[in-house]
C-alpha cells in the first residue's frame, strides 16, 4: 500500500490499551525497511523512554556487527532523546549543505550520481511519543518531520494523544508530515477512509524467534557494506 520513499514516515495513534498493538506494527514496518533497503544503507535511532528498550530490543543484534546500524543503543531517557534528536537535525544540515547544495533536490538524485558513497537512510523511530520530550525535543523533531526525507531521514512514530505534547510543538504537524493509522479495537487501520471495496489488513509481526533471525541475517550482510575498495589502476 505504501511506496517508498515517498510514503516511509508514518504515526501510529493509540490508548494506553492499543500500544502493544502500535508497536508490533511499528516493528514490522523496521523489518520491512531493513529487508527493502540494501545492506548498510539503513541508519536507526531508537527512542523509547516508555519500555526502557524492550520494544526494540531484537535490534540490538544489529550493534552486534556495525555499532553505527542503531546508533550504539536504544535511548530511553529525556535527555538522550533531546542528544539524538539534536544530533539527527546536525546530520541533515549536513546533507543539505555537503551533498544537497543546489544540485540536488532529493537524497535520492545525489545517491544515484554517488553509486558506491551513497548516503544511507535514517530512520527516527519513537515508541511512546510524547513521553519525556523537553520543548527542545519537539524543536528537533518538528525539522526532522518537515525537512527530513528531502535529505532520506523518516520518521516512524507510536503516539498516544491522549499526553500533553511539548510547548510549542504543532500536532497539525504531525500529521500533515506522515501517513497515519490508528489503533482501534486492538487492530490496526488506516486514518484516512478507504473506499467501501477496499479492506485494510496490516501484515502480522514475525514469530520472535524469526524476526531476531532476519535482524541478524541484515546485521552480517551490512558488516562489510560500507568498505568501499578502489584499486591503485
Not at 39 to 49: A, E, F, I, S
Not at 84 to 95: F, G, S
Request: aromatic residues 8%; negative net charge.
Amino acid at each position: 500500500v505504501l511506496s517508498f520513499p515517498q510514503d516511509t514516515s508514518i504515526v501510529v495513534e493509540h490508548d494506553a490499551t492499543g500500544r502493544t498493538t502500535a508497536l508490533s506494527f511499528l516493528r514490522t514496518q523496521v523489518l520491512r525497511l531493513l529487508t527493502l533497503i540494501p545492506p548498510g544503507r539503513v541508519r536507526l535511532t531508537l527512542l523509547d523512554p516508555i519500555g526502557l528498550g524492550q520494544s526494540f530490543s531484537a535490534m540490538m543484534h544489529l550493534a552486534d556487527y556495525d555499532e553505527l546500524l542503531i546508533h550504539s543503543r536504544i535511548w530511553t531517557d529525556e535527555s538522550q532523546l533531546r542528544n539524538q534528536l539534536r544530533k539527527t537535525t546536525e546530520h541533515m544540515e549536513n546533507v543539505f549543505q555537503t551533498y544537497l547544495r543546489s544540485e540536488f533536490s532529493t537524497i535520492e538524485e545525489y545517491n544515484e550520481s554517488a553509486g558506491e558513497v551513497a548516503e544511507p537512510y535514517h530512520f527516527v523511530v519513537i515508541a511512546g511519543f510524547p513521553q519525556a520530550f523537553s520543548e527542545e525535543s519537539g524543536r528537533y523533531l518538528s525539522s526532522i518531520l518537515t525537512s527530513g526525507p528531502r535529505c532520506g531521514v523518516h520518521t516512524l512514530i507510536a503516539w498516544n494523544p491522549g499526553l500533553m505534547c511539548p510547548p510549542g510543538f504543532d500536532v497539525g504537524e504531525l500529521k500533515a508530515s506522515c501517513i497515519q493509522f490508528r489503533v482501534r479495537n486492538q487492530t490496526v487501520v488506516p486514518a484516512m477512509d478507504l473506499p467501501r471495496a477496499l479492506r485494510f489488513e496490516a501484515t502480522p509481526e514475525p514469530a520472535a524467534a524469526d524476526y531476531v533471525r532476519i535482524v541478524k541475517t541484515v546485521g552480517e550482510k551490512s558488516k562489510n557494506a560500507r568498505r568501499v575498495e578502489v584499486s591503485f589502476r
